[in-house]
């Protein structure tokens, strides 16, 4: 049984920065391509960024593109993004999810398993 748990979220005031971890366990992580999605309240949710099972590869929605890093460290299973820059329009739960595959994808139907989500709030 593959499990995510997200963590690392919380409230944080515009222009501060986050850390967000999502730590896998269940399946050989190293092996398949991750990415963090993004829910906003009364919107759906959308792509934020993915990674290469490598770690070599990696893609940003165009919005986060120069303030947000995805990352991944192998060794302890977990994916990470880091959120600079932070504005109020980037408030939502934030998933990440796992492929099959090694290859990075942009569509949530790309992904197999998720977790349930952390919440990240910034005050204007």
């Known amino acids: 049984q593959v499990q995510l748990v997200e963590s690392g979220g919380g409230l944080v005031q515009a222009v501060g920065s986050l850390r967000l971890s999502c730590a896998a366990s269940g399946r050989t992580f190293s092996s398949y391509a991750m990415g963090w999605f993004r829910q906003a309240p009364g919107k759906e949710r959308e792509f934020v960024a993915t990674i290469s099972w490598s770690g070599y590869s990696t893609d940003y929605t165009d919005s986060v593109k120069g303030r947000f890093t995805i990352s991944r460290d192998n060794a302890k299973n977990t994916v990470y993004l880091q959120m600079n820059s932070l504005k109020p329009e980037d408030t939502a739960v934030y998933y990440c999810?796992?492929?099959?595959?090694?290859?990075?994808?942009?569509?949530?139907?790309?992904?197999?398993?998720w977790g349930q989500g952390t919440q990240v709030t910034v005050s204007s």
């Open positions: 999810a796992t492929r099959t595959i090694r290859s990075m994808g942009r569509e949530e139907y790309d992904y197999d398993y």
